[in-house]
């Protein structure tokens, strides 16, 4: 980890991941924020500070966190049918 000066940094990522068999948060300085829709309705996009290391591109300079990523890889139907076949 890297201590950083300054009164204006990134959030820190707040995907969750195990150490040691206990979860904690990433809380890496954050490089995306998360594109994907808001399912609150009060944003456009989920807006999560997300590390390099959690983000999943999606796109052109479009990013998803882990939780919106579960969602959207869920909700995909070809991939619930593959699965239901094996």
């Known amino acids: 980890m890297v201590h950083m000066r300054g009164t204006n940094l990134p959030d820190p990522c707040g995907a ?12 890496v300085a954050s490089d ?3 594109d994907a829709p808001d399912s609150t309705g ?3 996009t989920c807006d999560a500070a997300v590390c390099e290391a959690h983000a ?3 796109g052109r ?3 998803l ?4 990523h579960l ?9 619930g049918l593959f699965t239901s076949l094996v």
Do not use: F, T
């Open 56 to 58: 999943h591109e999606i």
């Open 42 to 44: 009060q944003r456009k």
């Open 32 to 34: 995306y924020l998360c």
């Open 65 to 68: 966190c882990p939780a919106c």
């Open 16 to 27: 969750r991941v195990l150490v040691a068999g206990q979860e904690q948060i990433c809380m």
């Open 71 to 79: 969602k959207r890889r869920d909700a995909d139907q070809q991939r």
């Open 61 to 63: 300079n479009r990013h």
